[in-house]
């Protein structure tokens, strides 16, 4: 695997993998960019404030890093993110006296429904992953970027009506693949 | 959510808005771990082979950084202090 004008959509979680362990520094970039939005959802979805989500971010992939050696099986390399993320998020809350760890009762399960919500976007994202880079980008822009038609038909020289209209074929598509994948990405587990 | 479940564009939508990106310079960072992890290997390596430098790091780190060249950034510091034998 090679360097820089790669198209890393195409590549698998597990070639990500196993280029970063033969040190290539484009597959971390790339095994960093996959994730961090997984990891940072986490971290949102325990409610941890902007302080403690981004300590927990850096040690999350400092951890990736460092252990990314000890991983059996590189297709398992999502729910090992996610397992992590969520051991440091708790640490962090407990750590925290005026933001106790949530117990068995309703905030746990408030917490599991946040957890399930992330789980089932990240699948999204993957399906995302599987359309054009134009319509990623554009799905993109307008619903994790919460950018505005105008503000994106300016950064892609196209009219504000022909955004809209392209967000909703590329929303038709993805929907498509959505219900076409090969299956539902691993759960994060329990922490 | 199972395999082939039907899922209206509207519920599709809330699930993108589910991922927004981390904040740019927290991806950097992170993506700059590489860098820092051979940073601190070559200062062990001089720590390993100068045993006045391993005392001046032990006793200095980030005085020792800099008199052996590198920036004293504070995730060097850090992947050191953890990686450093004690006293």
Known sequence: MTGTAMDWAAVSDAEVVRACRAGEDAAWRELVERFSRYVYAIARAHRLDESDAEDVFQETFTRIYEHLGRLRDDDAIRPWIGQLTRRLCIDRLRAAVRDPVPDDSEERGELDRRMIAVDEAVSVQEALRTLSADCREILDRFFCRDQSYNTIGELLDLPPGTIASRISRCLGKLRTAYEGRSGPAPASGEA | ?87
Not at chain 2, 27 to 32: D, I, M, P, S
């Open chain 2, 1 to 87: 959510m199972n395999e082939n479940t039907p899922m209206d564009e509207v519920r599709l939508a809330e699930l993108l808005r589910e991922l927004p990106p981390a904040p740019e310079a927290w991806l950097q960072a992170a993506q700059e771990r590489p860098a820092i992890a051979r940073a601190a290997d070559q200062v062990l390596e001089l720590a390993e082979a100068d045993a006045e430098f391993r005392r001046t790091l032990i006793a200095d780190l980030e005085d020792a950084l800099r008199t052996a060249g590198h920036e004293p950034d504070p995730r060097l510091v850090e992947t050191l202090r953890r990686r450093l034998p004690e006293g």
